[in-house]
């Protein structure tokens, strides 16, 4: 029998997670969670980990990087190695969800994942480290600031990692990740993960690794979007956004959709927009408080919400395998972002859908992101949906343009040489003769005079 694409895609059929060199407690935990096979960065990162060798690690988005990074320091750490693993992330979001992931496959060791982060009350992240945990996972402020308090130590940190390396640095984490490890003067293993390498990441592998072990894990076809993603744009005008959004809400089957939004008021004025459609849906972003974050990202994991909003900051926690459909509803001025964002769905090796609204000043963006996906994107299209009138502001802001421009080439200064019509021709005085020049003469002086001074 022919092994379908999809296994070929995401997993290693070849392999299981014993013949990687996890232990049986894993194995079980890995097992129960519904695995037979390791995916492809699973399959090669994990038993390079378990040398303790430096890693630098490119996979796709939604190819089980967490599993990969994860599965080696539980089978690495023991109950007595309180702080033992130290795993930076970019938002509190994917602290609590890396932590909850890592709980659940450490789930028959007695090894303990907390997550650290901003919007928590700091008293009770201190009382959770003070029970000794083994594995810390944290964004870069909050364990600076434990750590300055006295209460993560740095010189117990047997394995750092650091996941999606890519968007910490975007989002201002550079001097922070350089402190973290510049803080760790004893022997550790270093792991970066990342959906994209930027020579800046090289960089930093060079200075804080040894002898860093590269690992480039992307499709056969060089694309770093996953394979089972079926991706299309749709041609739209800015003001037919939101009108087009309803439309393809009510005319496909999304399950559970995700919707991404480039501002925290965009977020707002669409969820706002949905809901008065009687469309479930709801928001998340940088300026909700974190019990509401937490308890929108809960109701979307129970599967209880249809439709989630969110800011490109605010998603980096959003790691949900049920997720059956992202719609770029603005396009990212950073292809890479684009890469991120359609990977919250197709998780795990199943199927997912990605739209993008394409307006007609963004043609060049939807190039570089088919440039650096090395996936064509084709176009949908709905014959029944009928666009809007051009609003009145956008009509006026462009007939003021077109008057603009219109002006300046009225105003425009003639040449040097001042050719007048035909018509201006027939002045003899102007012109003894009527010989009208047509054009300019075959050879200028261009400024300069030819004089016998030397």
Not at 98 to 107: N, P
Not at 122 to 128: A, E, G, R
Not at 251 to 262: D, G, N, R, S, V
Not at 398 to 409: G, H, M, V
Request: hydrophobic fraction near 35%; include cysteine.
């Amino acid at each position: 029998m022919t092994t379908p694409k999809i296994d070929l895609e995401i997993f290693d059929t070849n392999q299981s997670f014993g013949d990687i060199g996890l232990n049986e407690n894993l194995q079980k935990a890995v097992q129960k969670a519904g695995f037979k096979h390791p995916t492809i960065i699973q399959s090669k990162l994990i038993p390079l980990a378990l040398t303790g060798a430096d890693i630098l690690g490119q996979s796709r988005t939604g190819s089980g990087k967490t599993a990969a990074f994860g599965l080696p320091a539980l089978n690495t750490l023991e109950e007595g190695d309180a702080y033992g693993a130290l795993i930076l992330v970019p938002t509190r979001e994917l602290a609590i969800q890396v932590s909850a992931e890592l709980e659940s496959l450490g789930e028959f060791t007695n090894l303990k994942a907390v997550p650290i982060y901003g919007g928590q009350k700091i008293n009770t992240q201190i009382t959770k480290l003070e029970k000794r945990p083994q594995i810390i996972v944290g964004t870069p402020g909050r364990v600076m600031d434990l750590h300055q308090r006295g209460h993560l130590p740095y010189d117990r940190i047997k394995i750092a990692i650091l996941d999606e390396v890519d968007r910490m640095l975007d989002i201002g984490f550079r001097d922070d990740i350089r402190k973290i490890l510049g803080g760790l003067r004893q022997t550790h293993q270093t792991i970066f993960v990342s959906a994209t390498i930027s020579d800046e990441i090289n960089r930093l592998a060079k200075k804080y690794m040894k002898d860093a072990k590269q690992l480039d894990v992307t499709s056969s076809s060089g694309s770093l979007t996953v394979a089972q993603v079926s991706q299309e744009y749709l041609p739209v005008e800015p003001w037919d956004k939101q009108k087009l959004l309803y439309h393809l809400l009510t005319h496909e089957e999304t399950a559970m959709t995700l919707i991404f939004c480039k501002t925290k008021a965009t977020v707002d004025k669409l969820t706002r927009f949905l809901t008065s459609k009687d469309i479930d849906a709801a928001a998340i972003h940088g300026d909700l408080q974190q019990s509401k974050r937490n308890a929108v990202m809960q109701q979307l994991r129970d599967g209880k919400l249809s439709v989630l909003i969110a800011s490109d900051l605010a998603s980096r926690g959003i790691d949900v395998e049920n997720i059956t459909h992202v719609i770029n509803y603005d396009v990212p001025e950073d292809p890479e972002i684009y890469v991120h964002r359609i990977g919250r769905t197709a998780r795990a090796g199943r199927g997912g859908i990605a739209w993008m609204f394409v307006t007609p000043e963004q043609g060049q963006l939807l190039t570089q992101i088919e440039a650096l996906t090395n996936v064509e994107i084709t176009i949908k299209e709905y014959p029944d949906f009928i666009p809007g009138p051009e609003p009145r502001a956008v009509r006026e802001r462009k007939n003021k343009e077109e008057q603009r421009i219109e002006a300046s080439r009225e105003g425009k200064s003639r040449t040097k040489v001042d050719i007048p019509s035909e018509q201006e021709g027939k002045d003899d005085a102007s012109f003894p003769g009527g010989v009208v020049p047509k054009g300019l003469p075959n050879k200028r002086m261009g400024g300069r005079v030819r004089t016998r001074r030397r």
